[in-house]
Nanobody, 115 residues
Framework: QVQLVESGGGLVQPGGSLRLSCAAS????????MGWYRQAPGKQRELVAA???????NYADSVKGRFTISRDNAKNTVYLQMNSLKPEDTAVYYC?????????WGQGTQVTVSS
């Protein structure tokens, strides 16, 4: 089992920044990929950014150049730095981990971009 706890969401004005954190615990040795997804009201959940196998990164086209995924292995934590935020970035952001035992999701954190 893997547990994921997100933090860092909130309300920010357009053009602002936020940093999301996702702390993993449990069977972390079995994790081979971690990343962030988001789901806006009435829309399907979509990939935002992720570390894939062999530590490659993958970003949605809509966030390239604005968002950066990073990690601190000592803290078992993955971060999502979000800059130049736009109203269309408003969504619930979910941390995701894929392991040999299955796929896991965090509880989600709300990000609202509004003036």
């Amino acid at each position: 089992q893997v547990q994921l706890v997100e933090s860092g969401g909130g309300l920010v004005q357009p053009g602002g920044s936020l940093r999301l954190s996702c702390a993993a615990s449990g069977s972390i040795h079995s994790i081979y990929a971690m990343g962030w997804y988001r789901q806006a009201p009435g829309k399907q959940r979509e990939l935002v950014a992720a570390f894939t196998t062999h530590s490659n990164t993958n970003y949605a086209d809509s966030v390239k150049g604005r968002f950066t995924i990073s990690r601190d292995n000592a803290k078992n934590t993955v971060y999502l730095q979000m800059n130049s935020l736009k109203p269309e970035d408003t969504a619930v952001y979910y941390c995701n981990a894929k392991s040999s035992a299955g796929e896991y999701w965090g509880q989600g954190t709300q990000v609202t971009v509004s003036s």
